[in-house]
């Protein structure tokens, strides 16, 4: 693997992707860094946007193992992570394992179940394994969590917990599709495409390829200005007064991870304030939370992280 | 006898007159200028007359076509009616309307002093508030931050852009090329900040940059410099002098565009401004805009001075220069002005002097002549052979001018002159009238008013500017200076304390930083008395000596070091026999007065208070 064969794989799955979702560029490329860094995504979205849609034609196109699992707020983490079952022939227990032994898995409306389902994923998502009955299984390589959420529906639902919502690499976040995006979708579907049947859409890349870009990635080089200016942005969020908690080191980390693969996507062996800039957003806005009186003045966590990029300078050497 | 010798003189002249334009026929000219839609001058004039305007009167009444200027002077020349025996009231309203514009008056005034006493007091209250507000810690600490928080915008790009062009050139020249390749890159950003195609910001990214440019067609080159400048600043890429060179030279390329296209956007509004859609109407009798369009039939590049006179850059010897045709009755020149009217001159300019010789620079020596003719000669060339031609002015005129040749005579007395100062010359004419819009209305002043610009026109020279009213002006030095000709001295004077008042006012405000609010929340003890000042309101004083009582063992417990009762410890620390302090944190009061828990919870609190107090060791 080099940078070519990245840049053009990349290319590739984004173009492929984009036959099955119309007008979600972002969202496509957040979701494609995030599978080459190796990282979770939460997708938010109102319902009815796609967001079920893409993860399937992700997994379709990048050849990944693929389960979904409906989040109900009757679901028990054994659903999730497998349980031993009684094998009467053998007079044993046998574990059957759960939909999480999968490479990409999607925990769709993730807030619907409550937070001990939602916590047996805790360690499946930061360790890619699951120990069930004091036994510890190692789940597929590469391992991704693609969890939706519904912002709107508050009842019924179940927030969840900041130390899972730190385990999500990125959040991405679905808009209404403008009025000529919408058109082209509704003649999509007058032509006859069904989201159902994604089969033709062409895998163009293997698990194996994914962790080689992974890998590659890695490689890529950071400057010091750079990673200065990461944990500059990183700061801010913990000094800022409108938010109550701000963004943990595994923030940056995550900054970095992604500005990695955003560099190596655009053909580059080495990272710059942009690519930085372009991951700040869906990198912090799931981990910081922000402070009861901003919230009742109607500040938005997506204004706090504005204010913060724009308070932030760019390193720059002309001087 | 004079008319012969005149003729002699300009024959002379016109021998050694510089090589002449591609005449056409001057007199055609004129009557393609006058035809034109825009020609009003005569027909319908600029009301009300200027005062040189009206020292035309006499000569439009004598031309047919200027029937509409003539009526215009007899209005304006008119003696004014007396007023009427009937508006005499208006007379006695006067003293009251007087009266009433002084109380309304009064009251501007003393609404102008609340005005800015308001501001006086709430600033000196801002200020008072702001002072308490420096001793807080943390308002101190943030201006700290506010202090040594670095303008991060690079201060290179703060620049000028061809500064910054210069700067990375320097850079490139010594070697430094990856200074040079960072500059070159800022030099581009600046410049497409000047020309509002991006917006400077320290927080704004080279990405940002390129997907911000409004013209596509710069995106490109810039993305490019971008990229091998980044590639040096965080990819660690080693800077040569080929990358240095690509860069400066999409660099300069992309300066040189955007100063193109900033001509092409201008070029629509100087079509505008010149004869475009928007023509003006000639409608002013005395203004040169016949003259202008005669020298552009006949060759002439004719345009506005463009500066003040005070300003004219002097020519070097043997510089093309340019012929000024300067009206010296619309144009009041100042003293700087004059000065260097002569001195550009004397180093080669050519100048055509019109209006009275009083208004001319008095280190000409010309003077006004009487006269008794309105009439003028001029001796022109009409490619074969010298003939006269004779024009009417409005008034009659004439110059004494020591060291001139006369080259045109009005009644035998010289009208207008020439002279030769150092390298340059000046023709001189008692007055304007030949070249106004009116007196070139007449049959052949277009022939005598490019006689009288040949002989004034430098050798090989083809253009003519024309200086305008303010180009006699001396520009001012300074922005002050400028406000302070423009009359707002005064103004001046008043915005110095206004302003002061405004950042008393406003200003202070934003100069310091405002402490935190305290927080609200209530500290133990505190919430502890208060509760228990609300039990004893609420007459439940037994409940309350007991929640004290409870309150001071938790407090004291805490204190007290493992080993030893807290009776023991508190009547070693507080000085009070054991049993007191069993009775005071143990209380039995069933039945207790109100006044008695008082003075319990009182004893409790002095007990609390006195443990608390530092205790001297002493050596066992």
Known sequence: MNSTVFQETFQRLSAEIEKAIVGQPDLVHGLLVAVVAGGHVLIEGAPGLGKTLVVRALSQVSGLGFKRVQFTPDLMPGDVTGSSIYDRQTGGFTFVPGPVFTQLLLADEINRAPAKTQSALLEAMQ?????????????????????????????????LPEAQLDRFLLKLTMQNPPADVEAEIVKRHAAGFDPQELSHLEAVAKDAELIAMGKLALRVRIDDAVTRYIVDLVGRTRNDRQLELGASPRASISMLRTAQVVAAAAGRDFVTPDDVKAMARPVLRHRVLLHPDAELQGITVEERIEDILRSAPVPRVAS | MRTARLAAVVAALLLTAPASVARADPEASRQAALSGDAVAFCSTPKLPLSAESLELCHLAKEIPACEGLAKACDEALAPKPKRSAGAGWLDTLAPLGYALGRALLWIFVAGVAAALLVPIVRGILAWARSRRARDFPEARARQARVRTDPAALAPALRR??????????????????GEAIALYLAAALRALDERGHIALARHRTNGEYVRACQDAALRRPLAEMTLAADAIEFGGRAPDPDRARAVGDRARALLRALSFLTVLAALPGLACAGRGGTKRAVDDPAGLEVFREIARGEGYAVQGLGGSIATLPIPKEGEKTFLLVLDASRVQLSDDASSRLLRWVGAGGSLLLLGEPARWPKALGAKPRATGSRDVTVQVDDGEVFHDVTVRVSQPGALTWPGAEAIAVAGGEPFAARVALDRGVIVGLARPDPFTNVGLSQEGAGDVAMALVEQARPVDGTEIRVARPEDGVTPPGNPLSALS???????????????????????????????????????????????????????????????????????????????????????????????????????????ITRKGAAAHIRAVRDLLDRAAEPKERTRA
């Not at chain 2, 000028?160 to 090329?177: C, H, K, Y």
């Open chain 1, 127 to 159: 360790e890619h394994q699951v120990t069930t009955d004091a036994t510890t299984r190692a789940l597929p390589r590469p391992f991704l969590v693609i969890a939706t959420q519904n912002p709107i529906e508050s009842q019924g639902t179940y927030p």
């Open chain 2, 160 to 177: 000028e852009a061809r500064e910054i062009l210069g700067r990375a050139e320097t850079a490139e020249s010594t070697g430094a090329l």
């Open chain 2, 485 to 591: 000709r423009a009359g707002l001295s005064v103004g001046l004077v008043h915005a110095v304390p206004f302003l002061a008042l405004l950042f008393l006012h406003a200003g202070i405000r934003h100069a310091r930083a405002r402490p935190a609010p305290e927080p609200t929340r209530r500290a133990f003890v505190e919430h502890v008395r208060a509760t228990g000042a609300f039990y004893m309101k609420a007459r439940a004083h037994e409940h309350a000596v007991h929640e004290y009582a409870k309150h001071a063992r938790e407090v004291l417990r805490a204190r007290a070091p493992r080993d030893a009762t807290l009776a023991q410890y508190v009547a070693w620390r507080a000085n009070v026999p054991e049993r007191e302090v069993t009775r005071l944190l143990e209380p039995r009061t069933p039945g």
